[in-house]
Every structure is written in C-alpha cells, then in structure tokens.
C-alpha cells in the first residue's frame, strides 16, 4: 500500500504523503506549452493531452499522488449543457438555471447516459503510465456545481444558488439530487478506468450558514459519494463552522481543512475517526523558502494528532506559484530537505 492509500485508512505511513490540489495546470511552464491554441475543456476532452498533464506535476515534484487533469463541469458538458471555461474567469453557463421549469429542462436528462468514452481512456492512459502512484478521480459537490449553474457564471456569494433553496426547496432538492447523480457518474466512470481515490470538491460550501448546509447540502453530496467503494476526500474552503458535518457520516474518509484553521484544532473538532487533509496557506507559496518551510513543519507537527495527514494546501496552486517551492514542499515532507 502507499503512504497515501495508508493515511486514509487511518494506518502510519512512513513518511507524511503530499500531493496540491491544482498541481496540474498554470503554475507549469510545460502545462502552459502543451495548452496553447486548445480550450481547456477541449484539452480535458482529449485523452492523451489530459494524460500528460495529469502526469508532469508528478514527474516534476514526485508527489504522492496524481489528480486527474479534467474539471468539475466535465460531466456537466458530456450531458449535453452548454458550458465553456473563461479564461481567468471560470465556468460559464450559455442558460443559466433559475426557475423550477428550467429545473425540469435539465434533470429530463439522465445523468447514466452521459458518454465518458474520453474521460476512461484518459484515465486508463494515466494509470498505466503512472506505476505505484495512486490516481485520485475527483467531481464537483452538488452546491459547488448549483453555485455556477443557478448564477449562469462565478459569482462571490452565491446568492441565487443559496436563495433557491428557501424560495423553491422542491426545486433546489431536484436540482442538487441531479447535479449528485451526474458528479456520482463522472467519479464512477473514473474508478472503473483505474483512479484508486476520489475527492470531492466543494469549494464554495463556506458561503453556507450550518443550518443550510446541513439541510439542502449534505444529503446530496453524500448521496454523490456514499458507497463509491474507493477512499474518498471531502474537500471545502470556509467549512470550520460546520466542519463535523464535512464528514457526512462517516461516508468521508479524510476531510479537507482550508488554511484558516489549525489543523490541531480541526482533528479536535473532527475527532479520530476521520484523516485530514490540508492546509499550507497558499499565500505563502510566495514567502522565502526559510518562511515557507517553517510553516509547512508546523503544518505536520498539528497534524500528528489526526488518525492520518495527508499534506496539502488549503486550496488550489495560485497560477502564479514558482514550481520549485512545491518541489521543496515535498521533499521536506519526505525528509529529503531542510
Ligand atoms: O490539478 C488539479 O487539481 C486537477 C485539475 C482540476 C482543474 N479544475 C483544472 C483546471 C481540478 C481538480 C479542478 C476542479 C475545479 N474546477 C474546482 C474545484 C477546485 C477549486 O479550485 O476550488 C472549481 C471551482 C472549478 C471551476 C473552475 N475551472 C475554475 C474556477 C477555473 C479557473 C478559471 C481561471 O482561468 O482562473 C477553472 C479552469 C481550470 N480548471 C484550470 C485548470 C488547470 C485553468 C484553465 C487554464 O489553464 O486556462
């Protein structure tokens, strides 16, 4: 078993495994290269391009895992919605989903019929290429994919997302009981291609209050992961008000803790059924190597208290990262630098 594969099963793996969200993509001047003059979920749709990016950061930084090259609207684009990803901007939907009859339009479709012919053969192309290394398959959570889809684009607080649910919570629960299935499909084309760990990405779960997420939320994205057969990360940005909850009864097997809080204090919030993942701030990706090091040293001190650690940052690689600190990152993690 790898170091990763025994940290969420909650056994000591011989050194402290890491891998970053984002690893593949701008911060790599050989990611950059290989994109030009190709639409990013064209690039995701493209098996042996997907495999390759999926691939550098792992030969580059020699992380403990890769993550799959791809995005969370993927399957929403192999349903059939119109979506293209904006440069600098984000997901970006041609017919937002405001109403219950646009609820009805969308959920007519049935998410067993989308065709994941290159999302497989991408992954089948990683897995062979990638030996030992774990390959973690990954979807978008139901409110992360709504926030984008109810708004039509990025927004900050995901207001229509959140308003549906107390205007319409029929057609709210419809919405999030389909985006479920659909990112469900995409983990599941994703395991039986070969990914051996699945992430779940709710990224903009902290612009809920607790009550809300607990009631509209937490159903759904556990129904997304809830006997996947595969360890499974559950992952948020501004989760610590409701953290416990990330665990979605015990469905997670490691919850991901954004920089925010220590990470001592989310395993004392968490208790010892559960592995944590995170939570290097990566503000400080751009502090001196002497800063950087420090704070990553604290990170896997307040972490040795969790029934297992998986290193990482509290949210994704910034564009702007210079790789080679996170090549340091990880050979600190593995003893291999001071
Ligand atoms: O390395 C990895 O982490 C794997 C690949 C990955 C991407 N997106 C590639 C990508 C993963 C896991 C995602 C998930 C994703 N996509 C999330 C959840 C994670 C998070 O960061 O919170 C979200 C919210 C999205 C939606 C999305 N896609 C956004 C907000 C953006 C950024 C837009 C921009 O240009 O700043 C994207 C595009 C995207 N997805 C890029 C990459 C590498 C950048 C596209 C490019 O290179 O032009």
New binding site residues.
């Given amino acids: 078993m790898t170091d990763l594969l025994r940290a969420l099963a909650g056994e000591t793996p011989e050194k402290t495994p890491v891998w970053f969200?984002?690893?593949?993509?701008?911060s790599l001047p050989e990611?950059r290269e290989l994109?030009v003059g190709t639409r990013?979920l064209d690039a995701c749709l493209t098996p042996e391009l997907a495999a390759e990016i999926t691939l550098q950061?792992v030969r580059r930084h020699g992380v403990d895992a890769a993550?799959?090259?791809?995005?969370?609207?993927i399957p929403l684009r192999l349903a059939g919605v119109e979506v293209e990803?904006?440069?600098?901007?984000?997901?970006v939907f041609a017919d937002p989903v405001r109403t219950a009859a646009d609820v009805d339009r969308l959920t007519a479709i049935d998410p067993a019929s989308l065709d994941g012919e290159a999302i497989a053969a991408a992954v089948r192309l990683t897995v062979a290429e990638l030996g030992e290394t774990p390959l973690i398959g990954?979807a978008?959570a139901p409110f992360?994919l709504a926030a984008y889809l109810v708004e039509g684009g990025?927004s900050k607080e995901h207001l229509r997302a959140r308003a549906m649910m107390h205007a319409d919570p029929e057609a709210w629960n419809r919405l999030a009981g389909w985006l479920a299935r659909v990112s469900r499909r995409f983990l599941e084309i994703q395991r039986d291609a070969g990914a051996s760990v699945v992430q779940l990405?709710d990224?903009w779960a902290g612009s809920l209050s607790p009550a809300d997420y607990r009631a509209f939320v937490a159903p759904h994205s556990r129904a997304a992961l809830d006997g996947i057969g595969l360890p499974a990360i559950h992952f948020g940005?501004g989760t610590g008000p409701f953290l416990p909850d990330m665990r979605l009864d015990g469905v997670a097997d490691a919850v991901g803790v954004d920089w925010r809080m220590p990470l001592d204090e989310a395993v004392g919030l968490l208790g010892p059924d559960v592995a944590v993942q995170g939570n290097i701030d990566p503000a400080l990706l751009q502090a001196p190597w002497e800063v950087l090091a420090a704070h990553v040293r604290d990170v896997i001190d307040r972490g040795r208290g969790a029934r297992g650690h998986i290193l990482n940052l509290g949210?994704?690689v910034p564009?702007e990262t210079d790789p080679d600190q996170l090549t340091r990152i990880v050979a600190l993690a593995h003893g291999e630098q001071d």
């Fill in positions: 969200m984002r690893q593949a993509g701008r990611y994109r990013m950061p993550v799959f090259f791809s995005d969370i609207v990803i904006e440069p600098g901007r984000g997901p990954f978008g992360t990025p990405f990224s940005v949210h994704g564009p």
